[in-house]
């Protein structure tokens, strides 16, 4: 019943930018935290943003000053803008959201996006 679709990954070369967008639908009755996972080959899946319903963001070290989240709560749909990328940034991007889907839930559950590949060459 919910589905979070995710778009905007490509190709760039190092120095360049990506806009990713992810947007929830369905049976949705609240959402608190929205963001961005990524894995690169080998590697574990790690949290890069994310930024709960008041609009506190939180960023992993390494991309501070480089990426910024945002989301639209009327659209529930979050944000990733992604500056002077490099190529250790190369991964599967996965959006997910922490939501009830009803008013009868007894807990927030994660839901997650298709992925969406960002690949930065150098």
């Known amino acids: 019943q919910v589905q979070l679709v995710e778009s905007g990954g490509g190709l760039v070369q190092a120095g360049g930018s990506l806009n990713l967008s992810c947007a929830a639908s369905?049976?949705?009755?609240?959402?608190?935290?929205m963001g961005w996972y990524r894995q690169a080959p080998g590697m574990q899946r790690e949290l890069v943003a994310n930024?709960?319903?008041?609009?506190?963001?939180y960023y992993v070290d390494d991309v501070k000053g480089r990426f910024a989240i945002s989301r639209d709560n009327a659209k529930n749909t979050v944000y990733l803008e992604m500056n002077s990328l490099k190529p250790e940034d190369t991964a599967v991007f996965y959006c997910y959201a922490d939501l009830l889907v009803s008013s009868d839930s007894l807990n927030y559950d994660y839901y997650w996006g298709q992925g969406t590949q960002v690949t930065v060459s150098s």
């Open positions: 930024i709960i319903h008041d609009g506190s963001p």
């Open positions: 369905g049976s949705i009755f609240s959402i608190n935290g």
